[in-house]
Nanobody, 123 residues
Framework: QLQLVESGGGLVQPGGSLRLSCAAS????????IGWFRQAPGKEREAVAC????????NYADSVKGRFTISKDNAKNTVDLQMNSLKPEDTAVYYC????????????????WGQGTQVTVSS
């Protein structure tokens, strides 16, 4: 069974930063693109960012462009999401996902989900 384990969520003030990590096996990261999705209370899950299996292609939601950066750390076998200039509207449960990441995104191409990690942006 493929496992995706998220970490790094928490409470941060507006304007602050957090770094989320999605840990997976090396074979998983070599085969699958990895993405981050989020779901706020009362809202549908939405794509945030993704990176393809060789790290050559990334995609970002318009709402996070310029603030969030997705990257692969081959030494740690993680895909990280660096989140800067956080806003209250970034508050959500963030999910790691494995599937296919195209330059147009990952919607509709997710095969596996992680359990999620809570991010709360509040003063």
């Amino acid at each position: 069974q493929l496992q995706l384990v998220e970490s790094g969520g928490g409470l941060v003030q507006p304007g602050g930063s957090l770094r989320l990590s999605c840990a997976a096996s090396r074979s998983t990261l070599d085969f699958y693109g990895i993405g981050w999705f989020r779901q706020a209370p009362g809202k549908e899950r939405e794509a945030v960012a993704c990176i393809n299996n060789n790290g050559a292609a990334t995609n970002y939601a318009d709402s996070v462009k310029g603030r969030f950066t997705i990257s692969k750390d081959n030494a740690k076998n993680t895909v990280d999401l660096q989140m800067n200039s956080l806003k209250p509207e970034d508050t959500a449960v963030y999910y790691c996902a494995a599937g296919l990441c195209y330059r147009s995104g990952m919607d509709g191409f997710v095969d596996f989900w992680g359990q999620g990690t809570q991010v709360t942006v509040s003063s």
